[in-house]
């Protein structure tokens, strides 16, 4: 059964830096898009990032020249590095890889 698995979420203050991962089984990761999703309570998850697989990314206005996403497919990993964080950046943080979702990692930010 293919799955994702998530890590590096954390607490931090503002300014301060996260990297996220996400490690997929499966020999589909290669051949898949792949996203990261912010989510705060009461609200849709929202985009944040994403990488196809010749490596060309998208970002959310939000974040964009603050994070960074890039892919390992040797390792099956995904990975968000965050830099500069601020308290709205603040949430639960799920990759999507293809129509599968990790499980989420938290993020929090403080003042």
């Known amino acids: 059964q293919v799955q994702l698995m998530e890590s590096g979420g954390g607490s931090v203050q503002a300014g301060g830096s996260l990297r996220l991962s996400c490690t997929a089984s499966g020999r589909f990761f290669s051949i898949s898009y792949m996203s990261w999703y912010h989510q705060v309570p009461g609200k849709q998850r929202e985009l944040v990032a994403g990488?196809?697989?010749?490596?060309?990314?998208t970002y959310a206005d939000s974040v964009k020249g603050r994070f960074a996403i890039s892919r390992d497919n040797t390792k099956n990993t995904m990975y968000l590095q965050m830099n500069n964080l601020k308290p709205d950046d603040t949430g639960v943080y799920y990759c999507?890889?293809?129509?599968?979702w990790g499980q989420g990692t938290q993020v929090t930010v403080s003042s």
């Open positions: 990488i196809n697989t010749m490596g060309g990314t």
């Open positions: 999507k890889v293809a129509t599968l």
